[in-house]
Each structure stands twice: as C-alpha cells, then as structure tokens.
C-alpha cells in the first residue's frame, strides 16, 4: 500500500479528503488525477490480470467457436475484446476466429468493445446507448433467444458479486444456449495486506471515498472482506459515511445488487471519475461552525478554517463521534468506549481530549460539559443538544 500526495495549478478541492484506489491498470495515472487536485491516495491494487496468452482455457473455447460458431456474440469490454483477437493471433487462429465470429451477430457493450470490434476488422450490429449489460440483456430477450448459440465474452473470474454470470443464467433460463469466453482471468494479489489495510480503512471511517474502476475490483474487495469476516461493517460503511464512486454502473453492479448506494461520472472515463470525485466529495462533506471556526471532518484528518489539521487515532475517534451529532452532549463513557483499545477509565478520555483541542490549534471548538461530558460548540442554536443547552 501506498500514499501519495502532490501539489496542483488546477486548484485542490480534495484538500483533506483521503482516497482508496482499488484499480490495478493504471493506477498510478489516476492515483496522480487525484493528488493533484489534493488527495490523500491510499493505492491497494484488488486483482492480477492472468495474461492471456498462458489461458489454456480461453484457447479451447475459441477452437470450439471455430468450429460451431455462436449465432450472436456479446462484447463486454474493449480490452478483453482486444486482448482474445491477440490471444488467438499468438496461437495462430486469428484469420479462423474471425471468420467465425464473421457469421455471428455482434453485439457491443459500450464504445470501448465496439472499437475493439472494428480493430480487428468486424462489424457490431447493435450496441446500446447506456453502455449497459442490462440493456444488452433487455434487447435480446426482447428478440428472443430460445434455441440461440450466444458467445458471451466475461469480465474475469466468476464470483457471487460480478454481474455477468446473472446475464449468463437469465439468457439460459430463457433457452438459449451459452459459451462462456473466458477472455482474461483475475485472482486476487498474491500480498494481501493491502487490501486488507484498505477494508480496515474503510470500516473504521479513516477514508473518504474508495473508486472503483471494475466489477472484478469491486468483487473481489468483498471477497476479501468476506474471508476475514468483515463483509458486513464494510458495506455499513458503504452505505453511511465513506463514498462508494464506480467509473461505471457495470462496475457499480455488485454494490447496487446489494443495496448499497454508488455515485458514478456521466462518462466511464479516468478522467471523468477523478473530476466527479472532485466535486462529490466536497459537495457532500459535514461543514460546522464551531466556536467560531469553519470545521469539517474528514476521514482521516480535520479541516479548520480550510487548513488541515492531521489527528492521532486517538484524537481522530473522538472527533469523529462528537460531531457525528453536532451540539450534543457526548458522555465520557461513550467517548471512553470509541478510544483505541477502548480500556482504562475516563482520565484517559480528559487526556485524550486535551490532545484533540491543541491538534485543532483552537481549543474552545470542543466544550466541557460539567458532570455530563464533552461536545463541539456549534454556534448555530439548532445544532445544540437535545435539552437546548449551551
């Protein structure tokens, strides 16, 4: 794992917002869109791409396509797309697999896979204005595929979070009659402590957002999370304060299915997504004034008017529970529970407060409240406690 930040002539609106990048290709391009609008990048690559070339089992579905070509083939993607006709040329079967797939009707995904499409010199009949696998899906149900041959080009690996095994199983349910094309395969990284890093990040609240630029990436981070039992708090943590941000609603498709809410770009671009992370963000961080200082919390730092305060664990659990509920009086017991190891008795709470008051340079944002404890000191009366004392 690791962190990057960088300086920016674009201006930095994520200045104090920190960053989880799952993607594995071109990671370090987006990691740098990223600082240089003020991030805090926390890198955790969430797959291996197996090449292609050393896939003993893409080799045998293309000689099966070869041999009895599929009556309709879907691309899902330009890169898996490219790197079969690629595949194929290295095992000398590039000129019969695009005969095959000559007589079959194509259908592409998005603009990517229909680009790939007419490198290697074919022709797509249909390709959906969404960019969807469920549009695809939609338009051949609609023309019925009963008794139909259809080559479906996957992602990667199959698991219970991709989406394209649910298109597969729909499309055999309604008859027809299904090959797989395996056009690359993905495990997770050999090194998991990344990963495992970056979950513990995003259920304990210490990141902002996590981007996503596959379904893969997204699959296999629940994976993960699943083998070291924590699948649950992690999608908790989607779905309250850390921003789940997709490329994509293909690669948004195994969060939604579980309910977790996702915010995407209008395009599936690299660029895009960083753009709309940029403005998602600040848009949707917590503002409060307190004792006369703009504060806003973010996932591993606090923010006092506009300058970036970096806070111990200790002081980073404290903070984050009094202003989950601005102006309310949060007990030494509560804060004692929230503390990093959670013992001792509440002198660690008064010590642990004093550090918090001189990192945030303006100690009077946090106020006493005799024999009930301790909470911010919003100026706006609306924000107090719920008996409406200051």
């Given amino acids: 794992m690791t962190v990057t930040t960088d300086e920016t002539r674009i201006g930095e609106p994520l200045k104090g917002f920190t960053v989880g990048v799952t993607a594995a290709r071109r990671s370090e391009e987006f990691s740098t869109l990223l600082t240089r609008r003020g991030a805090t990048v926390v890198n955790a690559p969430a797959i291996r791409i197996i090449p292609l070339v050393d896939d003993a089992e893409l080799e045998r579905v293309s000689r099966e396509l070869i041999e009895r070509p599929a009556e309709i083939t879907v691309a899902t993607t330009g890169i898996g797309f490219r790197g079969w006709m690629e595949a194929v040329d290295g095992w000398g079967l590039a000129e019969e697999l695009g005969a095959a797939l000559g ?13 790939a499409i007419r490198a290697a010199d074919l022709r797509e009949e249909w390709s ?6 469920a549009e695809v899906l939609d338009h051949l149900l609609s023309e019925g595929v009963e008794g139909k041959r259809i080559a479906v080009q996957l992602h990667g690996a199959t698991t219970e979070w991709e989406p394209l095994p649910d298109f597969c199983e729909v499309l055999r349910l309604a008859g027809a009659e299904i090959v797989p094309v395996p056009v690359y395969r993905w495990t997770p990284p050999p090194d998991q402590a990344a990963m495992d890093r970056l979950i513990e990040l995003t259920v304990t609240g210490g990141l902002d957002a996590v981007s996503f630029t596959s379904a893969p990436a997204v699959a296999s981070m629940l994976m993960r999370a699943k083998e070291i039992g924590l699948v649950e708090p992690l999608l908790a943590a989607f779905g309250g304060r850390v921003l789940a941000v997709c490329v994509g609603p293909v690669t948004a498709a195994p969060l939604e299915a579980l309910g977790v809410q996702t915010t995407m770009p209008t395009r599936a671009r690299l660029g895009s997504l960083a753009r709309h992370i940029a403005e998602e963000l600040p848009r949707r961080a917590m503002k409060v004034r307190a004792a006369g200082h703009d504060l806003s919390v973010r996932g591993s730092c606090v923010v006092v008017d506009d300058e970036v305060r970096q806070l111990a664990p200790a002081a980073m659990s404290l903070m984050r529970t009094l202003a989950r509920r601005p102006g309310r009086v949060v007990s030494r017991e509560e804060l004692l529970a ?3 190891g959670g013992g001792g008795d509440t002198h660690a709470v008064e010590t642990a407060i004093a550090r918090l ?20 000191a919003v100026d706006d009366p609306a924000d107090c406690d719920d008996d409406g004392k200051r």
């Fill in 103 to 115: 007589e079959s009707r194509i259908l592409a995904r998005g603009p990517k896979a229909k680009g």
């Fill in 128 to 133: 959906p204005a969404s960019e969807s696998s």
């Fill in 338 to 340: 929230v503390l990093p």
């Fill in 357 to 376: 008051r001189s990192c945030l340079g303006a100690p009077k944002i946090v106020q006493t409240v005799v024999k009930r404890g301790y909470r911010l």
